[in-house]
């Protein structure tokens, strides 16, 4: 392949194909006409054919020129089509995003931040996921993912883990269970295994419990386990059942109708984290949904035990008061 030969060439022959004239193909590339027929003759030598014959009055292409301009077209058509969606890309005209989080993060801002990033970049479709912390990680490291929003798992050092909220423990259930009718706040020390429910050890709540809380009672028999909050909504609503996941999730679809009840001493908080590549630039589409998602988290009253990270407290949602403990630990 000859390297001396660039799109400047290709675009000076067809321009000067399409006029037949070489001061009209000039005129229209913005060039003086020396310079256009110093670029036609290098091409000529490039490739070692005579693309055009010039008279006085008219250049007329060479039968070689002539079966190659199609070919000419093509190539600037394809390359001007690849640049422009480019671009496109680059300012969120077009373009799809892949998503991880955590289902209480979905439900809770997502579905709104879509929603408003939809308003601005209509030609943007999206995939949302709720998968296991340990699936999402993997996900992201194999750039299946974008990126994530949701716990820490295993902590892999090609990950970058960003902490966005502080999201409390507590205690859910019905609320005719004896936990839910008790007066104070809940201890661990008080809780036992007998109705417990807990979440398998490739989750990030079932990781985290495991290492912050294995020692306590609770944990000390036999116990189901699950591995989604959606079928703890299914396991708990039959009533003499209890688990253990933080006030975020706790707000997510069907534990609306379960009661929550924080935990403390000690208080136990998770961090929800933005995972991503290390070292790996988001894209601009992703990176303006992300600013999207954040600002609809710092507009939402946060329930209580969910604070944003590095910020003031947001505003509290006035449905329920808690008393508030010292002892905090965080996920990895």
């Known amino acids: 392949m000859n390297r001396t030969i660039s799109l400047r060439h ?7 194909a399409n006029a037949g004239s070489f001061t009209t193909a000039a005129a229209r590339l913005f060039v003086t006409q020396s310079a256009l027929t110093a670029t036609i003759q290098q091409f000529e030598e490039s490739i070692g054919l005579k693309l055009f014959d010039r008279s006085t009055r008219r250049v007329i292409m060479t039968q070689e020129a002539v079966r190659f301009k199609a070919e000419a077209d093509r190539i600037l058509r ?11 890309f680059a300012e969120s005209q077009k373009g799809h995003i892949r998503i991880a989080a955590a289902a209480s993060v979905i439900y809770q801002f997502l579905v709104t931040a879509v929603g ?37 798992h295993k902590g892999i050092d090609e990950l970058s883990y960003v902490p966005l909220l502080e999201d409390r423990y507590g205690v859910v259930c019905r609320a005719d269970h004896p936990l839910a009718r008790r007066s104070g706040p809940l201890r661990w020390a008080d809780l036992g295994p007998e109705g417990f429910v807990a979440f398998t050890a490739d989750t990030g709540i079932g990781t985290f419990l495991h290492e912050n809380a294995g020692h306590w009672p609770v944990f000390g028999g036999e116990r189901d386990e699950i591995s989604s909050t959606t079928s703890l909504f299914a396991v708990l609503n039959e009533g003499g059942r209890f688990s253990i996941i933080p006030a975020l999730a706790a707000k997510a679809a069907g534990f609306t109708d379960l009661a929550y009840r924080e935990l403390a001493a000690p208080v136990l908080s998770r961090e929800i984290c933005l995972i991503t590549r290390r070292l790996r630039s988001l894209s601009p589409s992703s990176q303006r949904m992300l600013d999207v998602i954040m600002d609809t988290i710092r507009a939402q009253a946060l329930p209580d035990g969910v604070s ?5 407290p947001a505003p509290r949602s006035p449905t329920r008061h808690t008393t508030h403990h010292t002892t905090r630990r965080k996920a990895g």
């Open 116 to 152: 408003k990033f939809r308003q601005q970049y209509p030609g943007v479709t999206f995939t949302l996921r709720d998968a296991g912390a340990e699936q999402v990680e993997q996900m992201v490291m194999d750039g299946e993912l974008d990126f994530a929003i949701t716990s820490r």
């Open 10 to 16: 290709l675009r000076s022959f067809v321009e000067v």
């Open 308 to 312: 944003i990270i590095g910020e003031e």
């Open 78 to 88: 394809d390359f001007d089509s690849a640049i422009s969606d480019l671009q496109s």
